[in-house]
């Protein structure tokens, strides 16, 4: 008999394989039917408790915390200061009318500070809403939705200050809103060029009463700037934050330097119908109209961090006021 026609008692190769693999399963098996029923149980469950950790890890790392802190603003001040400390990655809604920063003004709208939109709100979600102080109605509303509101005082550069580590401190994001404030610190500080003239700063007209103007005063940020330019503000302890134009002249100021956006509003006047009343105002014939100056731009009216361009621009101003001339003895 031939070698290849001799029966052999060895399992052929293709057989080897599939009898090991199930050899090894048994064991396996039989391995784990000894197992203690607890540890049976730990094993099971140790995959998932391992992936419900992994999963509570993200969740509360912060880069996840950094994306839940989403942010809306509900006018320009409180929006310009949320780009400066950082945070614009995390806004995600603007106040009706936003012109500044550009990459925000195809963002959702959600009124303003006096209106918030509430159903666009609710359909957004934000974490936070960052609101300007004085709004207490506005305050009210939106708490009462269930949204965590940041109010922030506009008005002064003190308050300002307070606000920017307010809204850092609140989002994580205190060490740009440090900068931003040291910043400001620095390119605000006193240049003190006017020397003592009498200049009053005019912010607009008021919505209602178109008769009557806003004036900067001693306690908010435009007097103040004015102050650290040396100039004296005839209107600083006017009880009132609205003056007429007659009431404006009455002060005796030696300047009117306008603020506004730079476009004319409805009922807004154009600038050779603006200086022909202020000459129609007068009510005494011998009485002496103000030189009037006019500074303007987007950012003019917004106490942010583009503050520092209002206050190079009043500079621009107040170095180019003449000399007045002497007193002529009677």
Not at 5 to 20: E, G, Y
Not at 120 to 129: E, K, Q, T
């Amino acid at each position: 008999m031939t070698p290849s026609s001799q029966p052999s008692s060895a399992p052929s190769s293709s057989s080897v394989a599939p009898l090991r693999a199930a050899q090894s399963r048994s064991a396996h098996w039989r391995h784990w039917a000894f197992k203690p029923p607890a540890l049976r149980s730990l094993a099971l469950l140790l995959p998932v408790l391992l992936l419900a950790t992994g999963c509570l890890q993200e969740r509360n790392s912060p880069n996840a915390k950094r994306v839940a802190q989403t942010v809306a603003a509900l006018d320009a001040v409180t929006l310009e200061l949320a780009y400066g400390v950082g945070l614009a990655n995390r806004v995600v809604a603007v106040p009706r009318g936003t012109l500044w920063p550009p990459e925000a003004t195809s963002l959702p709208k959600v009124g303003s500070a006096s209106e918030p939109d509430l159903r666009v709100l609710r359909s957004i979600a934000p974490r936070y809403v960052l609101l300007p102080a004085g709004h207490d109605a506005s305050r009210a509303a939106l708490e009462e939705e269930g949204f965590q509101v940041i109010e922030i005082e506009t008005q002064s550069l003190g308050g300002l200050r307070v606000g920017i580590d307010t809204l850092g401190a609140a989002l994580e994001s205190s060490g740009a809103a440090e900068g931003l404030r040291r910043r400001l610190e620095i390119t605000l500080a006193p240049r003190p060029i006017a020397e003592g003239r009498r200049v009053v700063i005019t912010l607009g007209r008021d919505a209602e009463e178109r008769d009557k103007i806003r004036i900067a005063r001693e306690d908010d940020w435009a007097g103040e700037l004015l102050s650290r330019l040396g100039a004296f503000n005839p209107a600083e302890n006017l009880e009132s934050p609205f003056a007429s134009m007659q009431e404006i002249l009455e002060l005796q100021p030696e300047a009117i330097i306008e603020l506004s956006t730079g476009s004319l509003d409805k009922g807004e006047l154009s600038a050779e119908e603006h200086n022909a009343a202020w000459r129609s105002a007068s009510t005494e014939p011998d009485q002496r109209i103000p030189l009037l100056y006019s500074v303007t731009g987007s950012h003019v009216l917004i106490p942010g961090p583009r503050l520092p361009r209002t206050y190079n621009q009043l500079t621009e101003v107040l170095q180019g006021l003449p000399i007045p001339e002497p007193a002529v003895a009677p």
